[in-house]
């Protein structure tokens, strides 16, 4: 069974400024993905950014980053430029890949609650 | 992205009744659905798994018969809380997946109170 852990229950940052959310997983696939999911106060969730495995380049997505170690098993998330609008809860994420794409859950990490204070 | 729409966004019920909470893809055919309960402060807890046209899979430990699930189309899948008590209160959450698509995209959520 695939475990994530996000050892950070909670980070506080000032706007602006860059943080890094860590996130580790453990696993015995050699093909998935991972992701970070954002859910703001209103409880929706989103897609902040996604890695396939298998891609040694680390994903990007504007002013979000990844740090993917595959060896090390470790994903974290880098959120540069800070903004009052990324206070929300990130979670990390684990899906093995599979011919059967559709079926595959999502093992999240416990999450953590981040605060960008003006 | 796609949309899922999720169908009451709050919902208060006496104990002992039965509530019915709706989640709609608006704009794919979401072969696969999955239903989350989230406490406060928590991460997502998976509890089924449904298929279009097929039985869902529950998580250990998640009662069947209390929390029916049915995903009679390939847009609409549906979680009943049947005989609720105040214990089932909580935030629920689906989201639902297109075959052979990997990313999976989520409704708005449910917060039911029990009372």
């Known amino acids: 069974a695939q475990t994530v852990t996000q050892s950070q229950p909670e980070m506080s940052v000032q706007e602006a400024e860059t943080v890094t959310l860590s996130c580790t997983y453990d696993?015995?696939?050699?093909?998935?993905?991972l992701f970070w999911y954002k859910q703001p106060p209103s409880r929706q969730m989103i897609l902040v950014i996604r890695q396939e495995a298998y891609k040694q380049q680390n994903a990007t997505e504007n002013r979000f980053s990844v740090n993917f170690q595959k060896a090390a098993k470790s994903f974290s998330l880098k959120i540069s430029d800070s903004q009052l609008g990324d206070t929300a809860m990130y979670f990390c994420a684990f899906m093995k890949r599979s011919v059967i794409q559709g079926a595959q859950k999502l093992v999240f990490g416990q999450g953590t609650r981040l605060t960008i204070n003006p | 992205g796609a949309v899922v729409s999720q169908h009451p966004s709050r919902v208060i019920c006496k104990s002992g009744t039965s509530v019915k909470i709706e989640c709609r893809s608006l704009?794919?055919?979401?072969?696969?659905m999955f239903w989350y309960r989230q406490f406060p402060k928590q991460s997502l807890m998976l509890m089924a798994t449904s298929n279009e046209g097929s039985k869902a899979t529950y998580e250990q430990g998640v009662e069947k018969d209390k929390f029916l699930i049915n995903h009679a189309s390939l847009t609409l899948s549906t979680l009943t809380v049947t005989s609720a008590h105040p214990e089932d209160s909580s935030f629920y959450i689906c989201s639902a997946r297109q075959d052979r698509v990997t990313e999976a995209f989520f409704g708005q959520g449910t917060r039911l109170t029990v009372v």
């Open positions: 704009d794919f055919q979401a072969t696969t």
């Open positions: 696993t015995s696939e050699s093909n998935y993905y």
